[in-house]
Every structure is written in C-alpha cells, then in structure tokens.
C-alpha cells in the first residue's frame, strides 16, 4: 500500500522557485552588464566581478562556519543576484578593497544576520552601498567618464554625473547632454546607471516571464514623472526636467531591479502601488532638496522599513469575513 502524503493546501505548484526567479533576474541584467563593459571596460569587470565572488564567499563562510549550516545556499542564485546589484552601484574606479568590505556588509548584515534570504527587512545590496556611500564619500562620488576601456583607479579621467550637475547648478553643462546620451548610456555614474534603454529592456523580460508584476516600477517612475512634471510647469529649469529625472541616475534600476525585491516589498498589488508611489515622492524630495544628488536609496531602505505596516494596512479579507456591521457576505 502506497504511503498517502498530507500537507497543507495549496497542492498545485506553479513551477516558480527561488532559484529560477534568481537567475532570471541576473538574466534580466545582461544587457546592463554587457552595456557598462562596453562603456567602462576592464574596470566594469573588475568591480562586478569582485562583488559577485566576494558576496557568494561570504555567504558560504557564514552559512557554514557562523550559523552552522549543513545545506549550502549559495546556488539559489542570491547571493550572486546580491553582488551583481551591489557592483552595478559602485563606481568603476572604485578600490577592490572597498568593494570587499561593500559586499560583507551587504551580505553579513543585511541578509545572514536576520537568518538569510527570506528574513532580511532590507535590500541586502542597498545596505552595502548606502554604507560604502556614507564610509567613503569621496570614492563613491569619483566617477570616470565613459570610453576609457583599460583605465583604472586614479588613471581614469573623472566627470560629474547628470544628477551631480543638477546639484551643483552647472545647467549649461547639464544642456550638452542629448536625451540620447542618458538613454543609451554615454553619461558617467555607477555601472547600473550608464543605460536607461539595457534596465527597461530587462524590466520586458521580466514582465514577460512573470517574475515580477508591472505595479511597483510603474507606480515609481509615475510618479517620479508627475511629481517633477508638476514643478517644471511652475518652475521650467533644468532641475525639474522630468526626462532628465527619469533618465539618469539609479531610477530606473533601483524601481526595476531592487524595489521589487519580493522578501523587502509588499504582498498585495494594493500595497505595491502604495509603496511604489512613496519611493517616488521620497526620491525627488531627496534628489532636489537634500544633501545627496541621488535618492533611490535612501528612499528604498526607507519604505522597506513601512513594509509590514503596509502589508497589515493592505490585508485582502478573510474568506467569510463580515463585509457590513449587521451583515455577512
């Protein structure tokens, strides 16, 4: 006789898994990545390379030496998601040192120390580059002008970013920059910001594939676009250009790529579009008005924190819960 097998309902599977969503992710990144190799070179490869070893090591040596564990995580595809996305936020100059030092702390304390994936309340990846930013400023804020293959370190020629002319009013600057330019990625900044069209171009394969639904990037870039579009009808400059708001910096890779992270953002579609609009309100409030030129991750971390309220805020009913006082459904 057959041994009969109970478990809890649902019993059909829908064939997702962590490490399908995972690598489908990293796939998704794949025009970015090729991108900022063609417009940075050898330090692009140096930089992700670096932070995806040295984020898969330092989950396997806490896994296995601190927490004592005897199943191995690291093929599921998290960790390397984590030290892509954290390369993708650096500089291409950025010291192998400091990227090390990025990726112990994006994965030690922002993902193992609350037990692993699936328990960290933040971005892991926005953890390690919000302490890099805040531990070393200056070589967070170099950034090398794109076209210089083979230069490294200190040998790279430095520029200002969109975002970091913005700041500092240099709007004649600003205005030699075509839309093209920031569309297609021949602007300096980190490695995730160099090309609008690659992210979207992954933001499709992922809507196609189902690894993410459309609420939370649409909901960001929407009302990035709407808030800023609003101040440039009352006050038509350079710095509440919504095109140039939604072009550059680490919009659209953080609203595509990192917001949507499933363990850090809400449940329900409800609570997405909720989410999805204060990181957008949150980014522009900081980019225009605050002390740093870029917002999204600040804005990010932030509104991970307001994810349970969120989701207890958004709670769809109980099956047979009273609809009206008096009433039933």
């Known amino acids: 006789m057959s041994k009969l097998i109970i478990s809890l309902s649902p019993h059909v599977h829908g064939g997702d898994?962590?490490?399908?969503?995972?690598?489908?992710?990293?796939?998704?990144?794949?025009?970015?990545?090729?991108?900022?190799?063609?417009?940075?070179?050898?330090?692009?490869?140096?930089?992700?390379?670096?932070?995806?070893l040295a984020c898969v090591l330092f989950e396997w040596l806490i896994a296995k030496f601190l927490l004592k564990r005897s199943r191995c995580?690291?093929?599921?595809g998290s960790a390397?998601?984590?030290?892509?996305?954290?390369?993708?936020n650096l500089p291409s100059n950025l010291p192998v040192w400091i990227i090390i030092i990025g990726a112990l702390v994006a994965i030690g304390v922002g993902k193992m120390t609350f037990g692993g994936l699936g328990c960290n309340p933040f971005n892991p990846a926005l953890v390690g580059r919000v302490f890099l930013l805040i531990s070393f400023p200056v070589q967070m804020t170099t950034w090398p002008e794109p076209g210089q293959l083979t230069a490294l370190g200190t040998d790279a020629v430095t520029g200002?970013?969109?975002l970091g002319l913005i700041a500092e009013g240099k709007f004649d600057e600003l205005a030699q920059l075509s839309p093209s330019d920031m569309l297609f990625g021949n602007v300096g900044g980190s490695l995730g910001e160099v090309s609008a069209l690659c992210l979207l171009l992954g933001l499709l394969f992922m809507l196609w594939k189902k690894i993410i639904t459309w609420h939370i990037p649409v909901s960001i870039l929407g009302t990035v676009a709407v808030f800023t579009g609003i101040l440039y009808l009352v006050n038509p400059t350079e710095d509440y250009n919504p095109l140039t708001h939604l072009l550059c910096g680490g919009l659209i890779l953080g609203a595509c790529y990192m917001a949507t992270d499933y363990v850090t953002s809400p449940m329900t579609h409800k609570g997405q579009l909720i989410y999805g609009v204060c990181i957008g309100f949150l980014t522009v409030v900081i980019r225009l008005w605050g002390a740093y030129p870029e917002g999204m991750s600040f804005a990010i971390l932030i509104m991970n924190a307001f994810t349970p309220l969120i989701n207890n805020y958004c709670k769809p009913k109980r099956f047979g819960e009273v609809a009206k006082k008096g009433g039933s459904k």
Do not use: E, H
């Not at 390397?80 to 390369?87: E, F, M, S």
């Open 17 to 52: 898994s962590v490490q399908k969503n995972m690598y489908g992710v990293c796939i998704a990144l794949v025009p970015a990545l090729l991108a900022s190799l063609f417009f940075f070179g050898l330090g692009a490869a140096i930089v992700l390379a670096t932070s995806v």
């Open 80 to 88: 390397v998601l984590t030290g892509l996305l954290l390369g993708f």
């Open 73 to 76: 995580t690291i093929c599921d």
């Open 160 to 162: 200002a970013t969109p």
